[in-house]
């Protein structure tokens, strides 16, 4: 179809806009009578298909409408058939929505339209998805008109609607569906400016820069995808790229601007949906251009690659969604409509659902509208703010002069307060240091409790600590006269003071049964000290009368300097306390095999005992292997403990490399090794099993620069629950199938059960 002019193609929207009666013209869907048949139709000597001369009623098989016929199987040739019906018609065409993907029409013998080429096997390139208007001869009436059709599309087939009308009304017909998407796509341009102008403006640049690229990609996704742009240019490959183009960076421009909303939360699942879609752009459009594949194949990949990146951006803002400003909630719902839109169009285009015309415009509409409803809410806010700022200008004046002679006197208590910490500091540092040459907890707690007077006075307090059944004895008192108004035990069965959160004080009265109650100006601090064998434990508790704090304003910076001091003096002593739990454990404890690196047998005994615990109680599996290296102690005898010391070393990097982070790997003593794998069925642990025979086997033992061979082993393995009723028995169900395992002449890998 020749191209018509701007000025032509506005004239007709005008008449579509102001006569609508002329765009509903009559028309004659042609909806009954087709039939289809796969394959191509051989031709006669003087290039007509012999399909259309003959009537081979057999050979042709019903369908409701032309389009992915039953039983394809990977055909991409197809035969379609329709007598036309009558009609009073003036100038009659055949109007077909989209045809995947090119046509040849038939009528009497006689080829009257044809889009695309064939070639000699019936095989072509996509040209593009445009309407097709098909004039019909004279006598056309009662005869049957054939569709000879090849795509190697995921669709194949007539697309849409087709019927009969007259060739004005169908001018009108298509600009009367296409002037919505239109009016949309020239208001979503004119958004999309204005955005590039606030992008100049204002400080969000790369917001308003996101919603410009937005809505300018939306409008010409709209304008493409219209009928009406073949008016404008019968171009249809070009119309299909430049819809592609824009359809594919829509997740592109989204992903960006959520980007800049959530850059807080370092969103990189979004970042990298932007720039996946990105590399997709380019490359589909790139390399159809260049000619290696269709630009048809790359829709089907790219609306499930959408489809994925719209589930992860729903989950990433669902979780932050209450976060957002009200603004960006409104522009999320809008887009979240334009994309539910967008998927009803795709699920129609792909034959998910049936035929009709999604208003994808409309989602594009709101979108624009609520940019535009947004603009207009900051303008009116920004009025207001000025009004509200010029108000309270002379408040702030008179503010401030109040904040700077405050901040005079709390400079001056500043002073004093640092006179105060350094002197504290000094008493802080003689007492760390002493508790650091403290052989054990028991001498570190006596020394603490002489000290605690010296460290917190002025503050009046007393200190607990933890004995036996969770009681907590007092210990020091100081400061007060009789009777002390702290009780004497603290009971944790029946609940500790809460740690003070400064500078505010907590109230916390006492648990029935103690002494007294704890006065509601008591402050708390827990002094907690970390062990590798029972964790962070409170193992002393210290309270101070806070009466009188808070008293006055001008007191208050130096008393939160000072409760701000005594909670990271408490801090740091607990510190301390800690590295002398863990210098206690060290020296009874070492839990590492010094020749292979290794976990050692002790460590392994604790740890399996544990996790023995956790797969009962969570009901997980858990699997073992016992590894013996087959023939060592002749291994040893031949070459050496030297030699045998490297091969040890050899086969534990080797182990390592074998298993998961969360595998235990541990040397059970002499050529023995221990692995533990929770959560590892016994399949599991066989294929590890066997991958570890292989890997030891494959791999020669090296000393001194001399090749020694190869080691094997023999591998014994059990898993709970299937080899046995508690976790812990699979430590000799696994020695067991070792045993057999070495029975069976050693090199090999044996499960129990």
């Not at 003087?46 to 081979?56: M, N, R, S, T, Y």
């Not at 959530?262 to 251009?289: D, E, M, Q």
């Not at 999320?332 to 208003?359: K, Q």
């Not at 001008?554 to 210098?583: C, K, P, W």
Request: proline share 5%.
């Amino acid at each position: 179809m020749p191209s018509i002019s701007l000025l032509r193609l506005i004239t007709a929207l005008l008449l579509a806009l102001l006569m609508p009666a002329l765009a509903h013209a009559a028309s004659q869907p042609v909806t009954q009578g087709w039939e289809y048949r796969w394959g191509d139709s051989p031709f006669t000597e003087d290039g007509i298909p012999e399909w259309v001369l003959q009537d081979a009623p057999g050979k042709w098989q019903s369908i409701g409408f032309p389009s992915n016929p039953p039983g394809r199987e990977g055909r991409e040739n197809v035969w379609f058939r329709v007598t036309l019906p009558t009609g009073e018609w003036q100038e009659p065409v055949l109007y077909i929505f989209s045809v995947d993907l090119i046509v040849q029409v038939w009528v009497k013998g006689e080829k009257i339209y044809q889009y695309g080429e064939f070639d000699a096997q019936g095989r072509g390139r996509f040209e593009g998805w445009p309407w097709h208007e098909i004039f019909l001869p004279e006598g056309y009436e009662g005869k049957p008109v054939y569709f000879r059709v090849f795509s190697n599309y995921t669709d194949i087939g007539l697309w849409g609607e087709v019927s009969i009308m007259d060739h004005p009304d169908l001018v009108l017909y298509i600009l009367k569906n296409s002037l919505e998407a239109l009016a949309i796509a020239g208001f979503a341009t004119l958004i999309a400016l204005l955005a590039i102008i606030f992008a100049l403006l204002q400080t969000e640049k790369k917001t308003f820069a996101s919603i410009s690229l937005f809505t300018l990609a939306s409008a010409l996704m709209l304008v493409s995808e219209s009928q009406a742009s073949l008016l404008i240019a019968y171009q249809p490959l070009m119309w299909d790229y430049l819809a592609a183009g824009s359809y594919y960076m829509l997740p592109v421009a989204l992903a960006l601007l959520l980007e800049q909303w959530l850059t807080n939360h370092r969103p990189w699942l979004i970042n990298l949906i932007w720039k996946v879609h990105l590399v997709y752009l380019v490359g589909a459009l790139l390399g159809a251009l260049a000619g290696v594949f269709d630009l048809s194949s790359t829709f089907p990949p790219f609306d499930a690659l959408f489809l994925v990146s719209l589930v992860i951006i729903f989950a990433v803002v669902l979780r932050r969604i209450r976060r957002m400003l009200r603004e960006q909630q409104i522009l999320l719902l809008a887009f979240g409509i334009f994309c539910v839109l967008l998927i009803v169009d795709m699920a129609v285009a792909h034959g998910v659902l049936p035929w009709g015309r999604v208003p994808v415009s409309w989602g594009m509409l709101l979108f624009s509208l609520a940019v535009v409803v947004i603009s207009l809410w900051h303008y009116a806010g920004t009025q207001e703010a000025l009004k509200r700022l010029n108000v309270s200008l002379e408040e702030k004046v008179a503010e401030r002069t109040a904040k700077a002679e405050a901040l005079a006197r709390r400079e001056q208590a500043r002073v004093r307060m640092l006179t105060f910490e350094n002197e504290k500091n000094r008493i802080l540092g003689d007492v760390l240091t002493e508790l650091q040459d403290c052989l054990g907890l028991k001498q570190a707690f006596g020394l603490l409790v002489r000290a605690l007077p010296d460290i917190c006075s002025p503050l009046k307090g007393a200190f607990y600590q933890r004995g036996s059944s969770d009681r907590y004895d007092r210990v020091a008192v100081w400061g007060f006269s009789r009777p002390v108004p702290l009780p004497v035990l603290l009971d944790a069965r029946k609940g500790l003071p809460e740690p003070s959160r400064l500078p505010q004080l907590r109230q916390w009265h006492g648990a029935e049964g103690v002494d007294r109650e704890v006065e509601s100006a008591t402050l708390c601090f827990w002094v907690n000290v970390e062990s590798a064998s029972a964790g962070n434990v409170t193992e002393g508790i210290l309270l101070l009368e806070g009466d009188g704090v808070f008293d006055n304003a001008e007191s208050e910076y130096g008393s939160a300097r000072l409760l701000a001091a005594l909670d990271q003096a408490i801090q740091r002593i607990s510190i301390t306390l800690s590295s002398i739990a863990l210098r206690e454990e060290l020296q009874k404890f070492s839990y590492e095999d010094g020749l292979t690196g290794l976990k050692n047998r002790r460590y392994f005994d604790q740890l399996f005992e544990h996790e023995s615990a956790v797969a009962q109680r969570n009901d997980l599996p858990l699997s073992l292997l016992i590894i013996d290296i087959d023939h060592f102690k002749k291994f040893n005898d031949t070459y050496g403990h030297e030699a045998g010391d490297n091969a040890l070393k050899i086969v534990a990097g080797i182990l390592q490399k074998q298993f998961r982070e969360s595998d235990l790997v541990c040397r059970y003593g002499g050529e023995e090794f221990v692995v533990v794998m929770p959560g590892a069925t016994s399949e599991a642990a066989m294929d590890k099993a066997s991958q570890l025979s292989s890997a030891v086997r494959d791999v020669a033992i090296i000393h001194r620069e001399k090749d020694l061979g190869a080691l094997t082993v023999s591998v014994g393995v059990a898993s709970w629950p299937e080899s046995g009723e508690k976790p812990l028995q699979i430590l000799t169900l696994a020695d067991r199938a070792l045993y057999r395992a070495k029975e069976a002449g050693r090199n090999r890998v044996e499960v129990f059960g």
